[in-house]
């Protein structure tokens, strides 16, 4: 089992908090999110704490100023030379030009190699945006296979759940492209993948129930721990759920639970 805390970087809070679950709790992976400010120092702190802490790289178009200049970006830039929201993005993906999308992931994964020296042991993209159309997901198998690392692939229900947002018509033909991509590029990935443990589903209960149902083979566990702090209350509004998860990742009977049944904890790079 692969427990993922995804947005390392996107305050001191977090990080903190996702640092912690992993050295006193079950978290195994975290992903960067590499156009945040301070983002280099915690992933210093990350290398000399958590050595067996994964890296990976959150690939960013919905927050925060993006890392290339936003003369090359026109067709992904907002208001205040910033990314447009989620929902604007969604809406803006026919006319985004994916050509500027990969200079502005490589450019992303590119300072994760400068920071830590080494390449990213996965890929996944913050608010799932590079599985919402066939050339976004294009876009990150092809660093996938650059860099030689794994990335997070949504299956069954979670896939589905995903889309939602597109047009049934479109959200299926989503779904199939991005299979058949998967097909064609062969990038490694756990065979299962939960996103289920988030806001209201982000409970004891939920997750003692996810453990005591695991399927056979690898799963993915997305989660979101952290600390609130003043500048995630101004930037997000899943601030002080973050904590919650926390404590529950970092709970005795949590951890007991996973050492009972024998619960292998790896990270992406043990794929």
Known sequence: ?????????????????????????????????????????TLHKASQECPRLGL????????????LP????????????????????????PLIDQKEVSAEW????????????HTPDHLDSHHHISFLSPGLFRVMLELSEKYQ???????GEAAIDMVSDLPVELAQECLESNLRLLNEYHARHPEHFIKSFYGENATRPALL?????????????????????????GSSTYHQQREAELSIFTDGKILALVKERNIELINFGDL
């Open 209 to 233: 129930d996810l453990l005591l149902n695991l399927p056979n083979g690898t799963t993915e566990i997305m989660c979101h721990p952290g600390y609130t702090d003043e500048v995630l209350m």
């Open 1 to 41: 089992m692969i427990v993922n805390a995804d947005d390392y970087g996107h305050t001191p809070g977090v990080s903190d908090g996702i640092r912690d679950s992993h050295l006193h709790g079950i978290v195994t992976s975290t992903t960067a999110m590499m156009n945040m400010p301070g983002v280099e120092e």
């Open 70 to 93: 936003t003369s090359q970006l026109p067709s992904l830039i907002a208001g205040h030379n910033s990314f447009p929201d989620e929902m604007d993005l969604i809406q803006r993906i």
């Open 149 to 155: 690392c794994a990335i997070r692939f949504p299956t």
């Open 106 to 117: 490589h450019a992303q994964v590119e300072r994760f190699v400068s920071v830590t020296g």
């Open 56 to 67: 990976g790289v959150h690939l960013v178009l919905t927050s925060g100023i993006p890392l």
